[in-house]
């Protein structure tokens, strides 16, 4: 999940579209198929430093509150 808000914040071309095919696919493939239409690749490193990206800005954020 972090990865994908990750993909939206950076404002990537079609992202809803992709997210909208991504819902309707369901459990219908594996998992890394799935991801694959977010192009989001779960084999990547970059999968990961993004998703602690993600998590290290929501951390932040509640540090401040």
């Known amino acids: 999940v972090l990865s ?5 914040r950076q ?3 079609g992202f ?3 997210y909208r095919q ?3 696919a369901g459990g219908s493939e594996s ?3 799935l991801m694959r239409i977010l192009d989001i690749d ?3 490193e970059n999968f ?3 998703a602690f990206q993600v ?3 929501m951390i932040d954020e509640f540090e401040e509150l």
């Open 4 to 8: 994908c808000i990750y993909q939206y």
């Open 11 to 13: 404002d990537q071309p």
């Open 16 to 18: 809803t579209k992709c």
């Open 22 to 24: 991504f819902l309707q």
């Open 31 to 33: 998992p890394d198929k």
């Open 42 to 44: 779960l084999t990547q």
């Open 48 to 50: 990961y430093s993004h």
């Open 55 to 57: 998590l290290s800005a």
